[in-house]
């Protein structure tokens, strides 16, 4: 079983942006038609999750449809199926010594094989879910927004976190 880990990034209160991708591009090239579930998975950051700025007391959500949401590509065996993981949704972001709290909700994650958010499927990201890449191209993109709360007295400042999504074929 192949498992294949990318790391985004959160930011909040300002304009820094990450530029680059965590990315497991040094992977050999896919095998036309693959043997479902025994080729690499390549897994690319397309796009931090990024909240822009927040006002101390006022909460702020970004939904996984929206520009600002998290994002990820994916590519393995045409029609294999995966299972999509976070194992690691952060409670809060941290800027040195200060932190905000994050939640992500029910329906803060979706999934689609085209690169589009209309049509796709909304799932859980603290449950996870099983899914097949596109049978053709053996894609996949996966979004994820979410809440942030900062309180009244909340510091300004970029404030990030890390978010782990983990794409593991099950052999099925």
Do not use: C
């Amino acid at each position: 079983m192949h498992r294949r880990a990318v790391v985004g990034f959160i930011l909040f209160l300002g304009v820094l942006s990450l530029h680059g991708e965590v990315a497991l591009a040094d992977l050999p090239q896919l095998a036309p038609g693959g043997n479902r579930g025994n080729g690499p998975i390549r897994v690319r950051d397309r796009g931090d999750l990024r909240f822009g700025t927040v006002i101390a007391g006022i909460p702020s959500t970004v939904m996984w449809s929206s520009n600002t949401a998290g994002r990820w590509f994916i590519q393995g065996d045409p029609g294999a199926e995966v299972y999509l993981d976070f194992t690691n949704l952060p409670g809060s972001l941290q800027n040195g010594g200060n932190s905000m709290p994050i939640t992500f909700s029910g329906s803060d994650a979706a999934y689609n094989t085209k690169n589009r958010t209309a049509g796709a499927t909304n799932f859980d990201p603290t449950a996870g879910i099983t899914t097949r890449l596109d049978p053709n191209s053996g894609h996949l993109n996966v979004w994820i927004g979410g809440t942030v709360d900062p309180p009244p007295n909340q510091q300004p400042g970029d404030y990030i976190a890390n978010i782990v999504l983990d794409v593991i074929y099950t052999g099925n």
